[in-house]
């Protein structure tokens, strides 16, 4: 049970010697996916650019330039190369993201005002509470009141 054969350990000695000159390629086929994941996201890094507008001003990109959308009046802010950049179909392209961008913000925050203003009515009816339910109903709802305008004008009203 104690007999081994001097080829054996011989064969095996060879076989690791191998493995470990072959760790260096072993090594970079593990860190294969993770080099590629690292090349994919810089190159999205790169391939992504910052839109051409903004809803606010924004000193840090150069977008202080005032506009505004001529079909809804929604107003944005531009860098100082864009008159120059955009005109015709693409102006109306970059306008019509600028007002998606707008409506969407407008629907959120609404839906916000909404969920606050039913908060409050909610509290106010559990404590009987009357200051809440007034305070419930003083909501001012700008961004509904907004959404609303945005709704008629859409709709030729």
Same mark, same amino acid.
């Given at each position: 049970?104690?007999?081994? $054969?001097?080829?054996? $350990?011989?064969?095996?000695? $060879? ?7 072959? *760790? ?36 840090? @990109?150069?977008? @202080?330039?005032?506009?505004? @959308? ?31 961008? &707008?409506? +969407? ?12 203003? @039913? ?32 709704? +008629?004008? &859409?709709?030729? *009203?």
């Amino acid at each position: 049970a104690g007999y081994s $054969h001097p080829n054996q $350990h011989r064969q095996s000695g $060879h076989e690791r010697e191998e493995e470990r000159g072959d *760790g260096g390629f072993s090594m970079f086929i593990q860190l294969m996916p993770v080099i590629v994941l690292i090349l994919v996201s810089l190159l999205s890094q790169l391939m992504v650019s910052n839109p051409p507008y903004a809803l606010y001003p924004r000193s840090s @990109t150069g977008q @202080t330039i005032k506009m505004q @959308t001529e079909n809804l009046g929604v107003v944005y802010y531009v860098n100082k190369d864009f008159r120059n950049e955009y005109k015709g179909v693409s102006l109306q392209k970059v306008e019509k993201s600028v007002e998606e961008d &707008y409506v +969407s913000n407008i629907r959120n925050n609404c839906w916000k005002e909404r969920q606050q203003k @039913t908060d409050l009515l909610y509290a106010a009816k559990v404590y009987r509470d009357d200051r809440l339910r007034k305070k419930a109903d003083s909501m001012s709802m700008d961004n509904c009141k907004e959404l609303e305008r945005l709704t +008629s004008l &859409y709709r030729g *009203g």
